[in-house]
């Protein structure tokens, strides 16, 4: 059931209430939450998924955006917290890597359940990472320019004017919250961390993406998929089902909040 109150804004509202184990999605910088919905399917009945939406874009495109790193992971955390009445787990891709990565150590700050694994998706080690562009302070002409780079936004969706004015703004607020953040050294997370990467991702180096090991006491179990910066979206379906794979062997044992760390995919 959902327990957030005026918080479950934050996450949307699952539509598989009896799933045993809930999945807790953080999308990439200016990523709708309508993006990952279709994981549900995906998914299969043993699994409850909820994206994060952040304000600024989707359905709360009118939302002022935030581009402080601790209050949105605060806002987030309590958010998660008063969702945590059956197993989780995280899954965030680029930005929503580092997002899930500081909730799951503020959770741990708060004495609070965490998610039982870490998904991380094109992302550099929170430690390791680098900042090559930034794009917050580019011009809306320039920042446009940048995102067609990435190749993550519809061609049609950056030549519409209109809807750039709207969404430009929580783009970039996402694109600071990324190139201000400031690494806090704390002890490595008890869980295990998965990590996929795109083999011709350009904005991700394989050397910094293995700083993931930093931040656990278990190994890090890492895979590689053919494509760029976006290679979930071609991939969405071994990744949901690799996901799903591992929800199924920990859900009929799970006790607590333990969700097993292993499962197929390539390598």
């Known amino acids: 059931m959902d327990t957030a109150g005026v918080d479950n804004v934050w996450f949307t509202r699952g539509t598989n209430p009896a799933g045993a184990v809930r999945l807790f999605l953080f999308p990439f910088a200016g990523g709708n939450a309508s993006t990952f919905l279709p994981w549900q399917d995906l998914l299969g009945p043993r699994v409850e998924l909820r994206v994060a939406q952040l304000p600024g874009r989707g359905v709360r495109l009118f939302d002022p955006p935030v581009a402080e790193m601790d209050e949105l992971v605060a806002r987030l955390t309590r958010a998660v917290a008063g969702l945590a009445d059956r197993p989780f787990a995280f899954f965030g891709h680029s930005l929503g890597a580092l997002l899930a990565f500081e909730v799951t150590r503020q959770l741990r700050r708060a004495g609070r359940p965490g998610p039982a694994s870490l998904w991380v998706s094109g992302a550099e080690g929170p430690r390791t ?3 090559r562009r930034r794009l917050h302070d580019l011009g809306d002409a320039e920042l446009i320019e940048a995102l067609r780079e990435y190749n993550g936004t519809a061609p049609e969706m950056l030549a519409d004017r209109e809807m750039m004015e709207l969404v430009l703004p929580g783009l ?10 400031t690494y806090r050294a704390e002890p490595p997370l008890d869980l295990p961390i998965h990590l996929l990467l795109g083999d011709a991702d350009p904005y991700v180096e394989s050397g910094r993406a293995d700083g993931w090991a930093w931040e656990t006491s278990q190994p890090v179990q890492r895979r590689c998929y053919p494509g760029d910066h976006f290679f ?3 991939h969405q379906q071994s990744i949901a ?3 799903a794979d591992t929800a199924a062997q920990a859900a009929p044992s799970t006790t607590g909040h333990g969700w097993s760390a292993t499962g197929p995919g390539p390598s």
Do not use: G
Not at 172 to 181: C, G, I, M, V, W
């Open 129 to 131: 990472r680098s900042v």
């Open 241 to 243: 089902a690799l996901l």
């Open 172 to 181: 970039r607020a996402d694109f600071a919250l990324n190139e201000r953040y």
């Open 232 to 234: 979930l979206y071609a």
